[in-house]
């Protein structure tokens, strides 16, 4: 907690660095409908392309890489599913036991993908709170480190890493970003995002489901406020409240938090499946749901970056996403 915004940036860079190689430099995406919607250049990093299916990989992958160089021969996490994937694919990278602690309501595709890599899965209620509870009291049984979803540097540092490689390719490409959006769940992505763009001039905005908006009541509140997270699609952006450093990263750094509810989450999944080809979770398209709300910028042309988090959707919900709503049911009738 010590450290200063600039050390830890370095830390980003390390990672990226380091990661290079070890996980996919995923492309950034592009569509003229998405840009027409926003008012603005929107380019998508499609990280539900990365190993795993999402950004946890990076953060996960670094920190359990450094945990296996110190000698340590497991790890312990806890999430509500991305993050424990994550780890367990890293653990088996690195020849780690791993046991990821999910609640009982997690999407059966990430407990399918944890246990098909290898860790033990172990379930526990449905609040952040129980799942800690039982992860750190694993870890005071069997002696291995728990590896936090958001509160740990090398965690941040390495989902930072998917935020600088956006904003180098957008460089490259000539359309540098003006603003760069992540979604919010305990808080890792949004703070490695902000130690990213340190210095670059990039606003940083966080996204937030309705009701699940700890880091928008914290950043008001000048202090971290815990939420009792309402019903959302968007399974990943659920925790009760932001993690302590990624707060302590963002509360002078970030520009804003955007509040999006369900049917503008759903609307973004379509957008991206529809229009990018490309298949994000709910989680993940609240990034694009969020740009879509961003006011625009007098006449200018803003080039803004959107980091799609992942990849990980139950088949029933995409079903039930796509489906036909009623309205539309409707226009079709009365068209015909």
Request: with cysteine.
């Amino acid at each position: 907690m010590t450290r200063t915004v600039g050390q830890v940036r370095a830390d980003v860079e390390e990672a990226s660095r380091w990661l290079a190689g070890r996980v996919v430099r995923t492309p950034v995406l592009r569509s003229p409908v998405i840009d027409g919607l926003a008012g603005a250049r929107v380019l998508l990093k499609a990280e539900n392309l990365q190993h795993g299916g999402s950004y946890k990989m990076r953060g996960a992958l670094r920190a359990v890489g450094r945990l296996a160089v110190a000698g340590h021969t497991g790890v312990i996490a806890q999430s509500t599913g991305n993050h424990a994937v994550a780890v367990s694919l890293a653990a088996g990278q690195h020849g780690l036991a791993a046991t990821v602690v999910l609640p009982v309501d997690a999407a059966s595709t990430k407990v399918d993908r944890a246990r098909a890599a290898g860790a033990r899965v172990v379930f526990a209620g449905t609040s952040v709170e129980e799942r800690v509870a039982v992860a750190n009291g694993l870890s005071d049984e069997s002696g291995h480190p728990v590896v936090d979803a958001y509160d740990h540097p090398d965690v941040i540092a390495g989902q930072g890493t998917a935020s600088l490689e956006l904003i180098e390719d957008a460089e490259r490409a000539g359309t540098p970003l003006d603003v760069l959006v992540v979604p919010v769940g305990g808080g890792g992505g949004v703070a490695g995002a902000c130690l990213a763009a340190a210095g670059s001039g990039i606003e940083v905005y966080g996204v937030e489901p309705v009701g699940c908006d700890s880091l928008a009541r914290s950043l008001a509140a000048g202090v971290r406020v815990p939420v009792a997270p309402a019903p959302t699609i968007a399974d990943g952006l659920r925790p009760s409240c932001v993690g302590e450093l990624p707060f302590a990263i963002v509360r002078d750094t970030l520009r804003g938090v955007l509040r999006v509810d369900d049917d503008e989450i759903a609307a973004a999944f379509r957008l991206i499946l529809t229009e990018l080809k490309v298949l994000a979770e709910p989680s993940g398209a609240a990034g694009l749901a969020g740009a879509l709300r961003l006011p625009p910028d007098g006449d200018r042309q803003r080039t803004v970056g959107v980091v799609l988090t992942g990849g990980n959707v139950e088949q029933a919900l995409v079903a039930r996403l796509m489906a036909p709503r009623s309205a539309d049911l409707a226009e079709e009738g009365a068209a015909a």
